[in-house]
């Protein structure tokens, strides 16, 4: 039976106060999958005007799930509305702060999500299994990440002065750097239906026989350490993707992501997976 995974493409503002995108796995797998869907907001889908968004997205992508990346056979882009609905959310809600300093200003703009989630956010605006996962990505952002943590980094960033903008020429390094990274899964990638014309002829090169390439061995997958909260792979004090405390001892169920506190827990009391 193929295994596959779905990676869904997730507001989050970063320290110099801009909202970016984070990529979460929705649900673990045991081993290693065929398929990987990568879900983006359709109004991201929609806007973009050149290929330099859906790129980038990409690169983040490769850069916390290279593994997956490596060893799937078929890599499928959709645009999906229920996160569109997240996002312009998210953006909409980031506005009304806009006097908060960028960690206090997330905090608050996610906790406000998470509740409009539980009391709006019902299947008649978005699906059920979506719902839920939204209303447990935020829970676990809003309890989980060291919020003064990263107020202390922001505040040290500022001291440095970091926070310039984007160039052009910066912008053209980038690029050639995240189309680097795109040749090498374009053979395994679908485009959505719905991507621009032009942006499609940008990215679809000529399809080459399909091989898998597998660089990690079932052992080595095995030993390998990720992050509960985002799924991507993790050794340190913190994930490097989402900001999640890799040292807290709160384990959290492969299967289906429900919290679990004790230690000599061997099966998940939600589906009876085995820990």
Avoid at 5 to 23: E, H, S
Avoid at 135 to 149: A, G, H, Q, T
Wanted: glycine fraction near 4%; hydrophobic fraction near 35%; include cysteine.
């Amino acid at each position: 039976m193929e295994k596959e995974i779905t990676i869904l493409i997730m507001p989050r503002a970063n320290l110099k106060g801009i909202i970016d995108v984070i990529p979460i796995i929705k649900a673990h797998i045991e081993g290693l999958p065929d398929k990987i869907n990568i879900r983006i907001p359709r109004n991201i889908i929609e806007k973009s005007q050149d290929e330099f968004l859906i790129l980038r997205i990409f690169f983040k992508i490769e850069q916390h799930f290279k593994i997956f990346l490596e060893i799937c056979y078929d890599i499928y882009i959709i645009s999906d509305n229920d996160l569109a609905i997240v996002n312009n959310k998210y953006i909409e809600t980031w506005k009304k702060h806009a006097t908060l300093i960028p960690p206090d200003r997330r905090k608050k703009v996610e906790t406000e999500l998470y509740e409009w989630l539980l009391n709006e956010g019902r299947p008649s605006i978005m699906s059920e299994e979506n719902l839920k996962f939204f209303v447990k990505y935020f829970k676990m952002s809003i309890n989980n990440l060291d919020w003064s943590r990263k107020k202390k980094i922001w505040n040290e960033l500022k001291k440095r002065e970091t926070f310039g903008h984007l160039s052009n020429e910066n912008k053209d390094k980038l690029i050639k750097n995240y189309f680097k990274v795109w040749k090498k899964y374009q053979d395994k990638i679908t485009l959505p239906q719905d991507i621009s014309p032009h942006i499609r002829a940008r990215l679809e090169y000529k399809k080459t026989n399909r091989e898998r390439t597998k660089l990690v061995s079932r052992i080595e997958f095995q030993k390998m350490k990720f992050c509960p909260m985002c799924g991507a792979e993790g050794g340190f004090n913190y994930c490097s993707n989402c900001g999640y405390d890799l040292r807290m001892e709160r384990k959290f169920c492969k299967n289906c992501g429900t919290e679990i506190d004790r230690k000599s827990v061997l099966y998940c009391p939600n589906c009876g997976q085995k820990l």
